[in-house]
């Protein structure tokens, strides 16, 4: 006898049902996906017990005679592709024929459309799969689908949904991720019987954003454009105020189409890179668009993830844009003032280095520089130190606190970074080497580093076992204790691992050597020293943030104090 026998149908979409419909959010979002590629403007999504009960979805799309009504239900069917090339360049969030057969296969489920140029609509009932009932029936143009008793006869399936209020709650964020892509059409959604959210057409993108991500979000979002022969899109991107514990704020649409393409996300979190602390994350929705027969959206049952043919390029466009959108956001606001009552005057001497304790700060060079043409960190007026951390000044309309520690170690940084494409960073050998042991990983890794290390002027060379000597290190370290230093590079690498490539894994060792180097907080500084560090800060590419990513200076308005101090309301 056989042991192979074909899968009845309706068994056959229970499994693909399995793929498609996870949860009642998938059932909605798969109708709300039918309705918009049907061109529909209006689309309302009705609610009942967080879906366990119904789920409706009706719009104002171009609807459905009776016999494509009825083809729609067969597994395979479908209007989006009917050639083999056409696979390959799907504009349509919708395309493989199996959504609404899966979800009928596993509720009580009844269609009711009517296209154009029918006089009447079509009704069609149907059961675990089964059609019950097919009626004509007094229809406007569109499409209403009904889905009853999800996984009523699965109920394996069913014993694995959540609360009420965990699917509503996925349904909601199902239909707001999908209305954050498509302003111009109206979603009204309800849950039984009372409004949840009503997402109205806008003609500006904007303003569905900060329905969305929240309107108190609107003074902290930067526009963000960027288009090349590969890619195009636009989009917001949030500024280094506001970050968040988690990526739920961050939105990616492909085409139209909300994915979670962890290629495009790593980009965003690169182009942030030296502004945002580990452990926080942006907020960004982003519109990128891709030819369609660049992009393989059959992936994924559920069509969540893509792929992308051009993945690198499009990553280094994204990566540019989101890193110089915030270099222009993260200019200092009083760069533009006009010290109008100060008299000019020029700095024709280098700041020279002061003292042991700041000789690390790499020599400024400003020769006949006039400081009224561009307003800077060197413009602002030194008030003094606060707890010997923070370096207090002002401009005409603001104050600024900068973080002497963080700012420093920025300076470092670009400083370092600039010398050792070159390797011209300044070495000091140690006249006694010294000799360090740390654990079996740690020591596998560093051998590893062995040749890196050497380029940024940390000579290290094994000693037998997991017992090192080091031989010489940057001249910045000299005065500093080496384990310590030698350890984290060692721990930080096994973290990150060396996977991330050459350029990141010695950046992210000058970021270690830069924070030891760097003075430190509760440190008392000389004016000139400040002075030096100001100017310093001006040279740098990025010194609103330190290397690992927390900013160096925040500013408060004249008029914020104002206010908090009831001079004005």
Known sequence: MSQIKILPEILSNKIAAGEVVERPCSVVKELVENSLDAGSTRVIIEIANGGLSLMRVSDNGIGMNRDDALLSL???????????????????????????????????FSL???????????????????????????APMGTMMTARHLFFNTPA????????????????????????????????????????????????PFNRVLDVVGN??????????????????????????????????????????????????????????????????????????????????????????????????VNKTLIEAV????????????????????????????????????????????????????????????????????????????????????AHERVLFEHLKKLSVNSKIEVQKLLMPETIDIGHREAHMLEKLIPDLKKLGLEIEPFGGTTFVVKSVPAILADREIKPIVLEIAEKMLESGLTQGLEKTIDQCLMLIACHGAIRANQRLLDK???????????????????????????????SLEKSFKRIV
């Open 157 to 204: 399936r069913r014993k694995f949904l959540k609360t009420v209020k965990t699917e509503m709650g996925h349904i909601v964020e199902t239909v707001a991720n999908i209305a954050l892509g498509w302003p111009d059409v109206q979603f009204k959604l309800y849950h039984n019987g009372k409004t949840v959210k009503n997402w109205y057409s806008s003609s500006d």
């Open 74 to 108: 067969e597994r395979y069917a479908t209007s989006k592709i009917y050639k083999d090339r056409d696979l390959f360049s799907i504009n349509t969030l919708g395309f493989r024929g199996e959504a609404l057969p899966s979800i009928a296969s596993v509720s009580k």
């Open 529 to 559: 020293q400040i002075t030096a560090l100001l100017a310093q800060l001006d040279e740098c590419e990025n010194p609103s943030h330190c290397p690992h990513g927390r900013p160096t200076w925040i500013s408060r308005t004249l008029e």
């Open 323 to 406: 890193s110089e959108t915030l270099r222009i956001a993260d200019q200092p606001k009083w760069s533009a003032e006009n010290f109008s009552r100060q008299k000019p005057f020029f700095v024709s001497e280098p700041v020279a280095r002061y003292s042991k304790s700041i000789k690390d700060i790499p020599d400024f060079s400003a020769t006949q520089k006039s400081l009224w043409e561009e307003k800077r960190f060197s413009d602002l007026r030194v008030v003094g130190q606060f707890h010997n951390t923070y370096i207090l000044c002002e401009s005409d309309e603001e104050l600024v606190l900068i973080d002497q520690h963080a």
């Open 216 to 313: 108190d979000m609107r003074n902290d979002l930067l526009r963000i454009k960027f288009e090349d022969k590969f890619v195009s899109g636009e989009g917001w991107i949030s500024s280094r105020r506001i970050s968040r514990k988690t990526s739920r704020g961050i939105y990616i649409y492909i085409n139209g189409r909300v994915v979670r393409d962890t290629g495009i996300q790593h980009a965003l979190f690169e182009g942030y890179a030296g502004r945002l602390i580990k452990g926080q994350f942006p907020v960004a929705v982003l519109f990128i668009k891709v030819p369609y027969d660049q992009v393989d959206v059959n992936v994924h049952p559920t069509k969540h993830e893509v792929r992308l043919a051009q993945q690198k390029e």
């Open 112 to 138: 009711i459309t009517r296209d154009e140029i029918s006089e009447a609509g079509t009704e069609i009932f149907v059961e675990g799969g089964t059609i019950k009932r097919v009626t004509e029936i007094g």
